[in-house]
DNA sequence: TAGATTGTTAATCGATTAACAATC
DNA sequence: TAGATTGTTAATCGATTAACAATC
C-alpha cells in the first residue's frame, strides 16, 4: 500500500486510540469531540485531529466522531484483519509466554508454528501451535508464504537466522533480541522489544525522581 | 538527585550506548571517537555528543572517549548499582517469566518478593524467590521499604492496586497492564510495557511496506 | 607543534499546539 | 439559523544536525 508516509510518531499512538475507542464502545457511548477524547486520555485535541487527518477526514463539525467507525477506520489502518502469517522462534520461557500471552488473531497476526533448536520440543504444543525443529524453518517459511517472525533468541542467534528468513520471504520482525535487524537489513519491518533497555530507563527515572 | 532536567528522548537512549559499549569492552577496545561510535550504532557523531553532555564532559579533545570509563559513567548515570527494593504483582505467565528472565541486579533494581492472589502459589519459589499472599502487600512494602513495583496484572487489578502500593511507599512502576498509571498518579515513574500496541505498530509498518 | 576530536553554539528540521475558517 | 466542532493552516516548541572554536 504505497500511502503517503506518516511519521512513526503517529503510527506509535494509533494502537492507544484504538483501545481507548474500545472501552468507550464497551461503554455503550455513541459520539466523542476530539476535545473529550483528548481529555480521556491525556492528549490534546489538536493532536488527535492533525494524527487522524494523516488518514482521512474521520470526523463531522459540529458533531465530532461516531466511535465505532472511527474504531473500524483505526482498525483498517492498522491491519487488524490482515492474519499475516506469522511463527516464533525460540520456544524458551520467553517464547512460551509470548505465544501463549499474545492474542494474535486480534492484531493482524497467525501464527502457524514454532521454532526451536531443542530437537526433544518438536511435537510437543503451545496454545494448540506445534513446535517444529529449526531444521526446518526455511522450507517452512517458503512453503507457507511465512511474512512476520517473532524472534524470541539470543543475539547470535538472532545474527544467524535472520538473513536465512529474509531469504525466505519474512519481511516483519517482532524483535526480543539485541540483534539490531535494520542495520543489516534495511528494508525490512522491524518492531523492537528491549524489556532490559526500558527496567534501565526507569531505574534513571526512580533515582533521579523525575516526577515531572 | 534533584539533577537537571533530561529530556526523555535522550534518557531512552543511554540503555543503548550502556550496552554498546560493554561489547566493546568485551572486545577489548580501549577508546573510540563519537564518529566511529555513531557509525556503529546508526547515529550522528553530533547527537552522540549532544547526549553525553548533558552528563558532564566525559570525552578528551583530539582522542575520544575512553571506553572503559563511559561505561561506567553512563551506569552511573543510569542507576545499575541502585538496588532499588522491588516486587512483583501477579505470577502468571508473564509474571513468571519477567521474574525468570531479567537481572534485576545488572539493571540497579533487588527482586525480593513476588505476590499473587492465588493463596495456592503462596510459599513457592521462583528463582529463589517467594511467592507471597497477596493480602501482605502493603504491610510488606513498608516493612521492607520497597520502591518499586513490577505489575503483571490486567487492568482492573492494576487500578485497584496502585493506590495501595503508592500509599505504601512505592515510587515506581514498571507496568505491564493497559492501567494508566500517571493519570491518577502523576508523580511517580513509570515505565510501560505494552507488548499489544508494539505487536500493532509491526502490524501497520507491514501492511504499508515502511520500507523507507 | 600539527592533527584530531571534543564541547558547545547556531541552523535546521520535525512534531506539537494554537487559531480559525469551513461546515454540519 | 446558531452553536459546535471539525479539518487545516500558521505559530511554537523541541530535538537533531551542522559548524567551529577550544584544546588535548
Redo the contacts with the bound molecule.
Keep these: 500500500m504505497g500511502s503517503k508516509y506518516v511519521?512513526s510518531?503517529?503510527i506509535k499512538r494509533l494502537p492507544r486510540y484504538y483501545r481507548f475507542l474500545g472501552y468507550l464502545m464497551e461503554d455503550g457511548m455513541v459520539r466523542i469531540?476530539?476535545?473529550e477524547l483528548a481529555e480521556r486520555m491525556g492528549?490534546?485535541?489538536?493532536?488527535i485531529?492533525?494524527d487522524?487527518?494523516n488518514f482521512g477526514?474521520?470526523?463531522?463539525?459540529?458533531?465530532?466522531?461516531n466511535i465505532e467507525s472511527l474504531y473500524h477506520e483505526i482498525g483498517k489502518i492498522l491491519g487488524v484483519d490482515s492474519g499475516f502469517k506469522t511463527i516464533l522462534v525460540g520456544a524458551g520461557n520467553l517464547g512460551h509466554t509470548i505465544a501463549l500471552q499474545i492474542e494474535y488473531e486480534k492484531r493482524g497476526f497467525d501464527l502457524i508454528a514454532i521454532f526451536d533448536k531443542k530437537e526433544s520440543l518438536s511435537g510437543q504444543m503451545i496454545n494448540g501451535i506445534p513446535i517444529r525443529s529449526a531444521n526446518d524453518i526455511e522450507d517452512f517459511c517458503k512453503d507457507n508464504g511465512v511474512k512476520v517472525a517473532i524472534l524470541c533468541i539470543p543475539y547470535e542467534a538472532a545474527k544467524e537466522l535472520t538473513p536465512k528468513l529474509v531469504a525466505s520471504g519474512v519481511v516483519g520482525f517482532w524483535n526480543f533480541s539485541h540483534y539490531n535487524i535494520n542495520e543489516e537489513f534495511p528494508r525490512v519491518s522491524v518492531e523492537n522489544v528491549h524489556l532490559n533497555d526500558s527496567l534501565m530507563t526507569l531505574c534513571y527515572q526512580v533515582l533521579h525522581e523525575t516526577t515531572l
Tied chains: 1, 2.
Excluded: D, E, P, T
Design positions: 511519521s510518531s503517529v469531540s476530539s476535545r492528549l490534546s485535541a489538536s493532536q485531529r492533525q487522524l487527518n477526514g474521520f470526523g463531522q463539525q459540529g458533531y465530532g466522531y
